[in-house]
């Protein structure tokens, strides 16, 4: 009986802790995703907990690779992600852990009260810690593009120092993560060139405008890019669309805190329709 409950209360706690990070990481995660990750991550911490009570060392182990999963499951994420996440995972279960044991040795109130206003505090304790960065996040988007016909959905940050036009059609170019890319297409880059190719689509294979060259060989190399279609990009109740658009495939990581994908072409956002 003690295992149930307990399970059930790190269940909806976890659930929790997986909104909050979606909504500081800007990456939305699909509910059936988060509901299977926090009863992975739930049961699979309890059991650790039963099982290595004694050994300290393989327990905290073990409950490492649990709450690696855990992120994993919840949006796919690349396993470098995966681990990067996780440790921003474990500080939301710290915080609101410890912040659920104080409010609980308080004031008495159900459980589920207790959780749901721990992890509330939390949000409003972060927004005030960056409440002198939150202008940032009017730069970030939601953006949806496919691909050989697959959907890719990414957070995008609005690069208002883009200034990359593919040569010959002078439409602007985005540039996304190939770790991402790769997320959505398990195979190696030039296959996916081929396979557009065989398609009739078009594809660039460099796409450096002369006077942002030396800036972007210096950070990103040359790029190759395929195009993608039925772009939408998305702000709150805004909806910006393109049928085409060029995506540049980069393999240095964009964001070193891991809170976007791609780098947005300004042109983009003042051409939606």
Request: proline residues 3%; neutral net charge.
């Amino acid at each position: 009986m003690y295992f149930i409950e307990m399970f059930l209360e790190q269940w909806i706690m976890i659930a929790f802790q997986l909104k909050l990070l979606e909504w500081i990481i800007h990456k939305k995660m699909k509910f059936y995703k988060i509901f299977a990750a926090s009863i992975f991550g739930s049961f699979s911490g309890c059991l650790i907990l039963q099982l290595f009570d004694e050994d300290h060392g393989l327990k905290l182990g073990l409950m490492i690779i649990s709450i690696v999963m855990t992120v994993k499951i919840s949006c796919a994420f690349p396993m470098k992600k995966a681990w990067k996440y996780s440790v921003y995972l474990l500080v939301l279960s710290l915080f609101t852990g410890g912040i659920f044991t104080m409010i609980k040795s308080q004031i008495i109130l159900p459980w589920l009260i207790l959780a749901t206003a721990s992890c509330m505090l939390v949000r409003y304790l972060y927004v005030s810690a960056v409440k002198d960065m939150n202008h940032d996040k009017e730069s970030f988007y939601q953006v949806e593009f496919k691909i050989l016909h697959k959907k890719l959905e990414v957070c995008a940050f609005l690069d208002t120092g883009n200034f990359l036009y593919e040569p010959v059609s002078q439409m602007p170019v985005c540039i996304l993560e190939e770790e991402t890319f790769l997320k959505y297409f398990h195979e190696p880059l030039f296959k996916m060139i081929e396979k557009q190719e065989a398609e009739g689509s078009p594809v660039i294979q460099e796409v450096l405008q002369k006077n942002a060259e030396e800036i972007t060989k210096k950070f990103f190399g040359e790029m190759p890019a395929v195009m993608a279609n039925d772009m939408k990009i998305t702000k709150e109740d805004r909806i910006m669309e393109h049928k085409k658009a060029v995506i540049a495939i980069s393999k240095v990581s964009l964001s070193k805190w891991g809170a976007y994908e791609m780098l947005l072409h300004p042109d983009l956002i003042k051409n939606g329709r």
